[in-house]
């Protein structure tokens, strides 16, 4: 089943009074020569363009922090500075300018054995490709890496078996990579990553290589998982679908953050025009709630009418209300009235252009 929108509330782990897992100031990455005078030339307001013949600015003044428990994706074009953001993140490569905190840490004041160290008992990777060891078993290469965390062997091959059980593969711990799926690989490599047991996980890509129905289940499993393990994920794909699916938040990239927001922000409130290129393609019906699909209750006797939640995905209201051509009532917490869903109303928002302001439909 779906997951509703927006999902605020929706991770039990989430500690909105504690600091931000991870938070990005002025964060700038320029490829090249003259990297430095090229950030400010960006800060003074030179385009991108206008430098690109001699440096490539891949990550432009990024400001932003993701809570602890927050599913936070990146999304962007193949080129938007996606993989360098990550890269920054858990230290592999320095910002050309800016700060990086991680758990109020400050990446550039670590030296590098603490950053060594920071990545190893703070932060897992997962890739699209990643290498499996191919004379080891499932569940010897899910607790490969365990051994720099000082474990013996018995207790990194009991954590190994419980990351195995976690991700699905339960049965399959003997066997060997070659005698795998490629959606079982990737469980594997998401093993891997939990398996270390680090607040943070940082996914780059991480599903894009399998099958549309394999990383629909891929994409459930975190979900789930999440919703059992409260991590820190910054989870990177080109996919808007997949990223309205999963993300907590979204961050629309071309170099800079175009816009960030919920999918139902991205959705119906694009910032700009190429935002709503986008979202042009997004199955709307699994974004879209109630409240984002109601209109006006106005003069209307809405005693009869079956109540909904305005939180209810538009998946689990179109059939009921398309069929028996019936209205719904939305109501809030309190069950007070908030609006109606239609079959105008619906087939309205199914068609609503992206990029049309959606604020003139007002709660009744
Ligand atoms: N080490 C490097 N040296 C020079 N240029 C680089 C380097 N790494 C990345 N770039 C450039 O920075 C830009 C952003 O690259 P990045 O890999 O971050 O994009 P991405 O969003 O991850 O793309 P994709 O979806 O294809 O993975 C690209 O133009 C790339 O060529
Ligand atoms: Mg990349």
């Not at 779906?2 to 500690?15: A, I, V």
């Not at 428990?69 to 050309?96: A, D, H, Q």
Request: hydrophobic share 40%; with cysteine; aromatic share 4%.
């Amino acid at each position: 089943m779906f997951h509703r929108f927006p999902r605020p509330t929706r991770n039990p782990l989430l500690r909105k009074d504690e600091m931000s897992a991870i938070a990005v100031d002025s964060l700038y990455k320029v490829f090249g020569k003259g990297a430095r005078s090229a950030v400010a030339q960006l800060k003074n307001g030179t385009p991108r363009d206008q430098l690109a013949k001699h440096v490539t600015a891949a990550v432009i003044d990024h400001n932003w922090s993701i809570e602890p428990g927050e599913i936070f994706v990146v999304m962007g074009l193949s080129g938007s500075g996606k993989s360098t953001l990550i890269r920054m993140l858990n230290g592999l490569i320095k910002p050309t300018s800016g700060t990086i905190r991680i758990g109020g840490v400050e990446l550039g004041s670590l030296s590098n054995r603490e950053l060594r160290r920071l990545r190893r008992e703070k932060i897992s990777m997962v890739f699209q490709h990643f290498a499996l060891l191919p004379h080891r078993s499932v569940v010897e290469n899910v607790a490969f890496g365990l051994e720099i965390k000082g474990l013996s062997k018995t207790e990194r091959l009991e954590r190994a078996r419980e990351a195995v059980e976690l991700v699905g593969l339960t049965g399959h711990e003997d066997k060997l990579p070659a005698q795998l799926s490629g959606g079982m690989k990737q469980r594997v490599g998401l093993a891997r990553a939990l398996a270390a047991d680090t607040e943070i996980l940082l996914m780059d890509e991480a599903f894009s290589a399998l099958d549309p129905l394999i990383r629909q289940e891929m994409q459930d499993q975190l979900l789930d998982l999440q919703s059992k393990l409260g991590k820190t994920i910054v989870f990177i794909t080109h996919d808007l679908n997949e990223a309205m699916r999963i993300g907590d938040r979204i961050a629309i990239c071309d170099g800079q953050v175009k816009q960030l927001g919920t999918a139902e922000d991205i959705l119906l409130r694009p910032a700009d025009e190429y935002v709503a290129e986008f979202t042009a393609d997004v199955d709307r019906t699994r974004v879209l709630t109630a409240e984002a699909v109601m209109e006006p209750c106005a003069g209307r006797d809405t005693s009869k009418f079956p109540q909904v939640e305005s939180d209810v995905p538009m998946t689990e209201l179109y059939q009921p209300v398309l069929n028996s051509k019936a209205p719904l009532l939305v109501v809030d917490d309190n069950a007070d009235p908030l609006g109606v869903v239609t079959p105008r109303s619906i087939i309205k928002s199914l068609s609503h252009p992206a990029g049309d302001p959606a604020e003139e439909r007002q709660p009744a």
